[in-house]
């Protein structure tokens, strides 16, 4: 973002649970860091403050909360909206008439109406912005590792299924897991069976729903991901090739290989996603 000895400046916009987690891993960037935090709400502010006690901060990072967008510094390095969907265009908007933003990361779902797309998309080109969706998986190790060795091997089938988690939100990250091991982007959804739709207090009270979705790119690779409402199986995904099979099981931190060459092998991950395939 800038030279070592300069000091970045970041704005994390909503201070409920996601943007509390943006902060949390804000403050343990080894590099200087001015952070500015906004939130109409006090109680979600100090909710937010209270979160980083038992987070070790570098002490080259600074923190300040603020109550109204119009306080946020003219320029700024990164912006992270962490807000409800309902919120988020609003938000935006409002942020670049005051703000010039190099880099804007947003949380997923983006929008709840279609006609918000492409009016944010025709802002940030107005505005040079570079903006980023919040789709980490395709940055963990393990999937980087797995997409060198399977590229060009051929269609690649992803399937992930797992119990009490919404599906319009999760299945973001795994449409973007497929795109990227199969380095395809021409998704076509040939199958969505909602079970049931949930209204979730948390977010606002956002619709979510459960059930099933599938998706098939132009070369045949493809991907299903099943949401159950019931129950507490892990969430697992399966990534299969013409001569590879791979089993991930995210909570347990495992990973299992196997291909052509080798016999069942077990992968531990240090951290999030990070499996390592021996």
């Not at 070592?4 to 943006?22: C, D, F, L, Q």
């Not at 940055?139 to 299924?161: D, H, K």
Request: aromatic share 8%.
């Amino acid at each position: 973002m800038t030279s070592p000895n300069e000091t970045a400046k970041v704005a994390v916009v909503g201070a409920g649970n996601i943007g509390s987690r943006h902060l949390q891993a804000l403050v343990k960037f080894d590099q200087p860091l001015e952070i500015h935090v906004v939130d109409p709400s006090p109680d979600a502010l100090g909710r937010a403050a209270a979160g980083l006690g038992a987070v070790a901060s570098n002490e080259h990072v600074s923190v300040c909360y603020l109550g109204e967008l119009s306080s946020l510094p003219s320029t700024l390095d990164v912006a992270i909206v962490a807000t409800t969907s309902k919120e988020r265009r609003g938000v935006i908007e409002a942020m670049l008439e005051g703000t010039k933003v190099r880099f804007l990361i947003l949380e997923k779902v983006l929008f709840p109406f279609p006609a918000d797309y492409g009016a944010v998309a025709a802002l940030l080109r107005d505005k040079s912005v570079v903006a980023y969706v919040n789709c980490a998986q395709r940055l963990y190790p393990f999937y980087q590792r797995l997409r060198n060795e399977i590229g060009g091997a051929g269609p690649v089938e992803v399937q992930v299924s797992g119990s009490s988690w919404h599906l319009a939100t999760n299945c973001i990250h795994y449409l973007d897991l497929a795109a990227y091991l199969s380095g395809r982007t021409d998704v076509r959804l040939d199958h969505v069976d909602i079970d049931e739709i949930a209204d979730d207090p948390r977010y606002g009270g956002s619709v979510d729903f459960f059930g099933s979705v599938r998706g098939v790119f132009g070369d045949g690779s493809t991907v299903s991901v099943r949401s159950f409402k019931a129950g507490d199986a892990p969430v697992t995904v399966t990534i299969r090739t013409a001569d590879r099979l791979c089993i991930v099981v995210e909570r347990l931190r495992r990973a299992w290989v196997y291909d052509n060459d080798s016999s069942w092998a077990r992968a531990k991950r240090r951290r999030r996603c990070r499996a390592r395939a021996r």
